[in-house]
T-cell receptor
Framework: GAGVSQSPSNKVTEKGKDVELRCDPISGHTALYWYRQSLGQGLEFLIYFQGNSAPDKSGLPSDRFSAERTGGSVSTLTIQRTQQEDSAVYLC?????????????FGPGTRLLVL | QKEVEQNSGPLSVPEGAIASLNCTYS??????FFWYRQYSGKSPELIMSIYSNGDKEDGRFTAQLNKASQYVSLLIRDSQPSDSATYLC???????????WGLGTSLAVNP
């Protein structure tokens, strides 16, 4: 079946603008994760969803970041009033369910550049 | 102490050699361990998962887990230039059982 898809693949925006990043998980996967990876850095956890609920939002860097998931499927990560330090690759992953041992499968990422 | 630690590298090995990648973790209660490979400009892809002490082999890859010493390693036999990538170790750990990621080890296999 299809893997995790993300759109857009690349996004260039001006400082202060809002952006929306979309993630479409593997069909049947109830868990969905957002990560951020800056150039040459490790994965930074942002938020995860179990169904439509987000039990752990601890990784969101500031209140400019928000995410939602509807219908237990597609998720949107929104960054308001973007700053240059938001430039990074935003990765989405999904797993069959949340829990010990569940393998996460990644999408291709959205490369965000804030000018 | 970081929860999951890896040597950043770069680790350089000649083609055909064995590459050994190591990862240590701090949560003694961890039960699930993963190795992902990330090519430059690409997203991470799963290589292997391991849950029990000992070795687990899959083709040229062998994962080794030692819970008493709190380390997990990945051996790549007959290394190929196409194995050149960053290898990420991930461990389910912490009170909220979240997947914790190491920063990765960069591997270069030289022809």
């Amino acid at each position: 079946g299809a893997g995790v898809s993300q759109s857009p693949s690349n996004k260039v925006t001006e400082k202060g603008k809002d952006v929306e990043l979309r993630c479409d998980p593997i069909s049947g996967h109830t868990a969905l994760y957002w990560y951020r990876q800056s150039l040459g850095q490790g994965l930074e956890f942002l938020i995860y969803f179990q169904g439509n609920s987000a039990p752990d939002k601890s990784g969101l860097p500031s209140d400019r970041f928000s995410a939602e998931r509807t219908g237990g499927s597609v998720s949107t990560l929104t960054i308001q009033r973007t700053q240059q330090e938001d430039s990074a690759v935003y990765l989405c992953a999904s797993s069959f369910q949340v829990g010990e041992g569940e393998t996460q499968y990644f999408g291709p990422g959205t490369r965000l550049l804030v000018l | 102490q970081k929860e999951v630690e890896q040597n950043s590298g770069p680790l350089s090995v000649p083609e055909g050699a064995i590459a050994s990648l190591n990862c240590t973790y701090s949560d003694r209660g961890s039960q699930s361990f993963f190795w992902y490979r990330q090519y430059s400009g690409k997203s991470p892809e799963l290589i292997m998962s391991i849950y029990s002490n000992g070795d687990k082999e899959d083709g040229r890859f062998t994962a080794q887990l030692n819970k008493a010493s709190q380390y997990v390693s990945l051996l790549i036999r007959d290394s190929q230039p196409s194995d050149s990538a960053t290898y990420l170790c991930a461990v389910y750990a912490g009170n909220n059982r979240k997947l914790i990621w190491g920063l990765g080890t960069s591997l270069a296999v030289n022809p």
